[in-house]
């Protein structure tokens, strides 16, 4: 499995950026889906982005389509969250997690490795 440790995350003003780092450990990396997802508070955890091994695949939750963009160096074992024009409601916490389902998988179940998450906070 592969160990993730997440990065980047912190108190914003709505409207400003904040790019989010998942740098693992462990055995081919370059082979897993990764994935990120998001829990406020009092709401259940949402998949939210995901980009496949070779980052030739990305997918969007309609939330944060146009706003944020996923990206990976596999070399550096890194994938990393660009997020734009934040919003208060995207405070949360935000984990990546990695899978070796085949495609785009987006529910937890299809995810073996987690991360601690990073709390995200955007301020009004």
């Known amino acids: 499995q592969a160990q993730l440790v997440e990065s980047g995350g912190g108190l914003v003003q709505a409207g400003e950026s904040l790019k989010l780092s998942c740098a693992a450990s462990g055995r081919i990396f370059s082979s897993y889906t990764i994935g990120w997802f998001r829990q406020a508070p009092g709401k259940e955890r949402e998949w939210i982005v995901g980009?496949?091994?070779?980052?030739?695949?990305?997918y969007y939750a309609d939330s944060v389509t146009g706003r944020f963009a996923i990206a990976r160096d596999n070399a550096k074992n890194t994938v990393y969250l660009q997020m734009n024009s934040l919003k208060p409601e995207d405070t949360a916490v935000y984990y990546c997690?990695?899978?070796?389902?085949?495609?785009?998988?987006?529910?937890?179940?299809?995810?073996?490795?987690w991360g601690q998450g990073t709390q995200v906070t955007v301020s009004s």
């Open positions: 980009i496949n091994w070779n980052g030739g695949s990305t």
């Open positions: 997690a990695a899978s070796r389902w085949p495609g785009m998988p987006t529910q937890e179940a299809d995810f073996d490795s």
